[in-house]
Nanobody
């Protein structure tokens, strides 16, 4: 069974860079057919797609976050990482990493981590 586990940065100060790592077990992030995504949910809001990295390492970002977001991976550790620059309190949310099958939307994941809460505050 595939398992995903997000790292726990906790509190981040405004203007800093948020870095989150997802460790995957039970499946390889280089296996074709799957994409690996970051999504978040802010208080009172729905799921928001932050970005995706494919099995080949290609990255995709929504226009709303493209200027501040970067996703990378370490295939030797079977991990992928989200970096979000210049955070503000509006970036406070629970962040999830997820596996998304080909031809599915980011919210149509088949496996997802438990989520890690991130608070942006001075």
């Amino acid at each position: 069974q595939v398992q995903l586990q997000e790292s726990c940065p906790g509190l981040v100060k405004p203007s800093q860079t948020l870095s989150l790592t997802c460790t995957v077990s039970g499946g390889s992030i280089t296996t074709d057919y799957y994409y690996w995504s970051w999504i978040r949910q802010s208080p009172g809001k729905g799921l928001e797609w932050m970005g995706t990295i494919s099995a080949s390492g290609r990255t995709l970002y929504p226009p709303s976050h493209k200027s501040r977001t970067s996703i990378s991976r370490d295939t030797s550790k079977n991990q992928f990482t989200l970096q979000l620059n210049s955070v503000t309190p509006e970036d406070t949310a629970v962040y999830y990493c997820a596996r998304v099958p080909r031809n599915k939307q980011p919210h149509e994941y088949d496996y997802r981590g438990q989520g890690t809460p991130v608070t942006v505050s001075s």
